[in-house]
């Protein structure tokens, strides 16, 4: 056996041991705490945004139902202005929540905010702004298929932002709101660039770059942190 110091310096050992280990288990759950409460709050944030983007967008629809009706001639080119304008304010805060990806890609003469490539949860509000600019206040009555396709960006705002603030995704937000929830039929790059080519369609020139087939597995390849061939 051995002596008592002997055991006296074991006995320390082990209680320092359960010491570290207790005080790791503490800081561990401390550092979670606030990594939730930090999400709490960028959730919360994000959804004021959101709620925001989504009245700007629904104006936009009723602006293009309620042309020549519920909006005279004088007033419908002022809402119109004012709404357009609004959206490009909310596409610009909602950067500072969803900024672009792969910046060193593309756009290196502009700003660095803007270099890189829109996700989609953007695309649905700036699509939207340029539906509105585009809106003619000279024909006199509804525009249902403006108005149709603003429903759709609003759609995919919605389900994007669902996306983002969705807690079984904790910590993954931007990666899931790049590729959509695992049970979408489409994913959100499909679906915006869907609406991207429709603008295009509808305004040629309106698109920079097509949003095609090569587009989209470029994007999706992108957000699975793929290395392009």
């Not at 003619?136 to 429903?151: K, L, Q, T, Y």
């Not at 994007?160 to 049970?183: H, T």
Request: contains cysteine; aromatic residues 8%; proline residues 4%.
């Amino acid at each position: 056996m051995g002596s008592l110091s002997d055991w006296v310096a074991v006995i320390s050992a082990l209680l320092a041991l359960a010491s570290f280990v207790l005080s790791w288990v503490v800081v561990r759950r401390q550092t979670q705490l606030q990594y939730e409460s930090l999400k709490a709050q960028m959730d919360t944030d994000v959804l004021a945004w959101a709620h925001e983007a989504i009245d700007l967008v629904s104006q936009g629809v009723a602006l293009a139902r309620g042309r020549g009706a519920v909006y005279g001639t004088n007033e419908f080119p002022r809402m119109a202005l004012e709404t357009a304008q609004k959206l490009s304010a909310a596409a610009d805060r909602g950067r500072l929540f969803f900024p672009n990806e792969a910046p060193h890609a593309q756009g290196q003469d502009k700003e660095t905010a803007f270099q890189g490539f829109r996700p989609p949860i953007l695309d649905a509000v700036v699509f939207t702004c340029s539906q509105v600019e585009r809106l003619d206040p000279a024909i006199s009555g509804p525009d249902e298929e403006a108005a149709r396709f603003m429903r759709k960006c609003r759609r995919l705002l919605v389900s994007e932002v669902q996306n983002a603030i969705d807690p079984r995704r904790r910590g993954q937000m931007l990666k899931q709101l790049a590729m959509g929830r695992m049970d979408d039929k489409k994913s959100s790059f499909v679906i915006a660039a869907e609406l991207g080519e429709a603008l295009e369609a509808r305004y040629p020139g309106y698109l920079i770059q097509r949003r095609d087939a090569a587009w989209i597995a470029a994007r999706e390849a992108h957000a699975r942190g793929e290395t392009p061939a």
